[in-house]
């Protein structure tokens, strides 16, 4: 589904990112893992076209894309790590469902209110949440709620920095639910960033692990327990345990 060949993205003088190969399957979730400033959000930023890569290649569906142009721009949704970064402060919930609608003509012109109405329940922000614009959001709202929109122009692949690191944990737990039922529903690719091991292993198929600007480790969820070798993705396991 999604292919990254080759990919290299330097700033200055610095290599974050080198000669990085990582596949995504159809419907399947990838989890990254890496610590901080290992690029893990360089590398997302590269799949939507946010920052531009020295080389390497993205495919989507075995199609070469420029991200962030064209359908790419519509198919593949990232979500920021900061969830205020993601929502207007002008826009309603409702409101920023429908820009997304609009901007990618989704759906008859008057289906589209109900469209976005429905899509807000089904993750359960109801009429009231719905009006609030993100000053009178809580995190977690505001993080289900950029979610919402995300999914409003219906992805082929879904990026998630970090959505757990700025939550707390009941909100951690309901969000891991929301994502497990999202991914039931709609049978979406997904790149789950995050900092430990922990909330993967029940999201993940997959487990990648950058650390010194390359993936160390790529193995299958069930594997990784007993297979994995790098010093790193051992002390990810041990940590998570
Ligand atoms: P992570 O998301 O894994 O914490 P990042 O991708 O944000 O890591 O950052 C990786 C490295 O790239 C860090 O050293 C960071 O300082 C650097 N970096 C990120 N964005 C820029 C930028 N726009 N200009 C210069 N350096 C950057
Ligand atoms: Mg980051």
């Given amino acids: 589904m999604l292919n990254i060949k080759g990919l290299t993205k330097s700033f200055y003088n610095s290599v974050v990112l080198s000669n990085i190969d990582l596949s995504i399957e159809k419907g ?31 495919y989507l569906n075995d199609k070469l894309i420029i991200p962030g142009q064209g359908d790419a721009r519509q198919r593949i949704q990232y979500l920021w790590q900061d969830p205020m ?60 709620i950029a979610l919402a929109r995300a999914l409003a122009a219906e992805p082929n692949l879904l990026i998630l920095d970090e959505p757990l690191s700025s939550l707390d944990l009941p909100t951690q737990i309901a969000t891991i639910d929301l994502l497990r039922k999202i991914h039931a529903d709609r049978q979406i690719s997904m790149l789950i960033i995050s900092h430990d091991l922990a909330p993967l292993w029940q999201l993940a198929n997959h487990i990648a692990v950058l650390d010194k600007k390359e993936i160390v480790e790529n193995l299958p969820i069930s594997e990784f327990a007993k297979k994995a070798r790098h010093p790193l993705s051992r002390a990810y396991i041990q940590l998570s345990e």
């Fill in 28 to 58: 399947k979730i990838l989890g990254l893992i890496g610590h901080s400033g290992s690029g893990k959000s360089t590398l997302a930023r590269c799949l939507v076209g946010l920052e531009k890569p020295q080389s390497g290649q993205i």
């Fill in 85 to 144: 970064q993601a929502l207007s402060p002008f826009l309603s919930a409702h409101g920023a469902i429908m820009e997304s609608l609009n901007g990618f003509n989704i759906g008859s012109k008057g289906s589209r209110s109900a469209r976005a109405t429905k899509l807000l329940e089904g993750l359960g922000i109801g009429s009231d949440l719905a009006n609030r614009k993100p000053h009178a959001l809580s995190g977690g709202q505001a993080q289900r």
